[in-house]
């Protein structure tokens, strides 16, 4: 079994002072066993591209010595100072000063069941690369299937970044003694593959790109596989070449009269009617050598004609924001296009106009009333009527209606029997009338004449109570309802003759309240 430890002091030493010649050169990710392996004393690191690296860890281990392991004949090795990541706490996160697609790693000292995950602050991680006679990985994890105990398995492993990011951070899931990594100065600054779009013309074929030859028109996809001439580094190019033939064009065309005289190509229509035109220069749909042939279909300016019948209203009739009033017969220039042909026509409009109903109201001018009377109304001058009010109408059914304080106004629409609508709106006069009169006798005798005792009211109180009490204030009567008439008992039995004490409070319908207290002459 392997193990790690921390080496003499000498030996560390020696590691300390070993200050190597950095190479800092790019390196093609199919040849990165040449490449620089970055140690940790040397962050910040800069590439010979110009990009600067820096180096931070949480938790992990700086391990002071070289260390390699084999896989698949390959030997894979560390330099000195190293980092260790040997738990699940630990992490080692390399930042760039620019952003970058794809980087190198060394691993080494590995056992079966580690793993390794790594993560970009932007884009997707992938593993490529990497030694398949001891790895294996899925997505952004890198997994170690090699032998256990020893001898441990080593690897490089391009990390490739569907986004250039600035930040790559690399765990461990903990297992076994853990890893030791170092960052290889092999990583390029974005280098997606590329995709051409390219159109000619068939007399251009045979058409040579990249060795591939094409000689056939259509839609042809071709791919380079070598270092792209546009990016400078790997990538895959792949060129859309689209091949148009020489063709025979028939074209279709239509104006209309006022376009006239139409030109084109040289060739001018000064008629109505189908003309066909003949251009071999170069199509204007491919740009390629062709014949082009026009069929061009000049339409005339037609006459329309109208016949509409409207009812009277303050809009009139509207027909190309002209507004017309009176009946009559119309000739008018449409300069917007035909709803037949497309083009200017010249419309004739026989209008007839109906005019709109008169209505009347019967009482014409009622005379006012009180807040809270319900009234009666009709109309005349339409054959159907809808009523609108500026307050609702509790009671709106057959033409009666609810009288609020002050002026109540009345909108009716009237409608005849040419379906012409007419409106007009009535004013009715209602007052709060809180007027009350009382009287001081009554004679509950049953003869017919003054058998009740009761209010006089003229309004529609809003509120109202009646109490009656006898001299010694015991209450005989009351009641909520300025309707309700007294007759002269208490529980079912007939007082006694003599005198009694009313107490009225009244709410009037617009708020105001009024008291009042007397006698009550009770007559046998």
């Known amino acids: 079994m392997k193990s790690k430890f921390i080496l003499p002091v000498l030996t560390f030493l020696q590691v300390a002072l070993y200050l190597p010649t950095q190479a800092q050169m790019s390196c093609d990710t199919t040849n990165f066993p040449t490449a620089y392996v970055i140690n940790e004393p040397d962050y910040p690191y800069t590439s010979a591209g110009g990009i600067t690296i820096t180096s931070s860890y949480i938790n992990a281990l700086v391990y002071p010595a070289a260390w390699a392991s084999n896989c698949g004949g390959q030997s894979y090795g560390t330099r000195a100072n190293s980092i260790w990541l ?14 970058v697609s794809r980087l190198v790693m060394v691993i080494s000292a590995t056992d079966g069941g580690e793993e390794f995950y790594f993560n970009a602050n932007t884009g997707t991680i992938t593993l490529s690369g990497y030694c398949t006679g001891n790895f294996t990985s899925t997505g952004n994890a890198l997994t170690c ?3 256990t105990p020893s001898p441990a398995a080593g690897t490089y492993v391009i990390i490739n970044n569907s986004m250039p990011a600035t930040q790559y951070t690399v765990t461990h899931n903990g297992a076994l003694n853990g890893s030791i990594l170092n960052l290889l100065d092999c990583f390029s600054m974005g280098c997606p593959d590329v995709k051409i779009s390219q159109s000619i013309c068939q007399s251009d ?3 040579t790109w990249n060795g591939k030859t094409v000689r056939t028109t259509g839609t042809h996809t071709l791919t380079d596989v070598r270092a792209s001439s546009i990016a400078g580094c790997d990538s895959t190019t792949t060129l859309t070449l689209t091949v148009h033939s020489n063709p025979q064009q028939d074209l279709q065309e239509t ?8 030109q084109w190509n040289g060739q001018s229509v000064t008629a109505t009617g189908t003309h066909i035109l003949t251009d071999v220069r170069p199509s204007e749909v491919s740009g390629c050598d062709s014949t082009t042939t026009l069929t061009l279909t000049v339409n005339p300016n037609p006459r329309i004609y109208i016949t509409d019948t409207i009812c009277e209203s303050p809009a ?3 027909w190309n924001n002209q507004s017309i009033q009176a009946p009559g017969r119309y000739t008018l220039k449409d300069t917007r296009p035909s709803v037949l042909t497309g083009c200017d026509s010249i419309t004739t409009l026989d209008l007839t106009i109906h005019p709109s109903p008169e209505i009347a109201m019967s009482p014409e001018t009622p005379a006012p009333y009180c807040i809270g009377d319900t009234i009666a109304l009709s109309f005349s001058g339409a054959v159907s009527y809808d009523w609108r009010a500026i307050r609702p109408l509790p009671d709106f059914s057959k033409g009666r209606y609810y009288l609020y304080e002050g ?11 040419l379906n012409c609508t007419g409106t007009k709106t009535f004013t009715i006069l209602a007052n709060e009338c809180c007027d009350m009169a009382i009287p001081n006798a009554f004679s509950p005798n049953n003869d017919g004449m003054n058998d009740f005792f009761y209010v006089i009211q003229n309004g529609n109180p809003a509120g109202f109570v009646l109490l009656i009490f006898d001299r010694w ?3 005989v009567f009351q009641s909520f309802n300025v309707n309700v008439q007294w007759d002269g008992s208490h529980l079912g039995r007939p ?14 319908a617009g708020g105001n309240k009024t008291v009042k207290r007397g006698e009550i002459h009770l007559i046998r």
Not at 86 to 93: E, G, L, P
Not at 255 to 262: A, K, S, T, V
Not at 407 to 417: A, D, F, M, Q
């Open 495 to 508: 007082v006694e003759a003599g005198v009694y004490y009313y107490y009225i409070e009244a709410t009037c």
């Open 205 to 207: 074929l045979p058409f």
């Open 473 to 475: 204030g015991k209450e």
């Open 86 to 99: 040997n738990a699940t706490n630990q992490s080692w996160t390399l930042t760039f000063s620019q952003p």
């Open 316 to 318: 009139g009739f509207v």
């Open 255 to 262: 104006i209309c009269e006022q376009d006239l005289p139409f």
């Open 407 to 417: 002026l109540n106004l009345l909108t009716v629409k009237g409608t005849n029997e």
């Open 145 to 147: 299937f090699g032998v």
